[in-house]
């Protein structure tokens, strides 16, 4: 069984997903509203910081989002 840490929380997990399951809806939530924040304002965002700012998602959160899957034609936006 593979054990992963929450990147959130620090809390140990094994169900396999980004986040343990107590941070998963947060964290699918703030995941919709960056999608959103990018679908709404695509090529006027130009950092990870203006983002931040502007949703009160933290950069780390945002920097993780990154890497999840489908978000990779993200990346290009913040030259990552
Ligand atoms: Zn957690």
Same mark, same amino acid.
């Given at each position: 069984?593979?054990?992963?840490?929450?990147?959130?929380?620090?809390?140990?997990?094994?169900?396999?997903?980004?986040?343990?399951?107590?941070?998963? %809806?947060?964290?699918?939530?703030?995941?919709?509203?960056? @999608?959103?924040?990018?679908?709404?304002?695509?090529?006027?965002?130009? %950092?990870?910081?203006?983002?931040? %700012?502007?949703?009160?998602?933290?950069? @780390?959160?945002?920097?993780?989002?990154?890497?999840?899957?489908?978000?990779?034609?993200? @990346?290009?936006?913040?030259?990552?």
């Amino acid at each position: 069984m593979e054990v992963g840490r929450c990147s959130r929380c620090g809390a140990f997990y094994t169900n396999g997903g980004y986040v343990c399951p107590k941070c998963t %809806s947060k964290d699918n939530f703030e995941l919709s509203q960056f @999608k959103d924040f990018i679908e709404e304002n695509g090529i006027e965002v130009n %950092s990870l910081s203006q983002v931040a %700012s502007e949703t009160g998602i933290s950069e @780390k959160n945002l920097n993780r989002f990154l890497n999840y899957n489908g978000l990779e034609g993200y @990346k290009k936006l913040f030259n990552i």
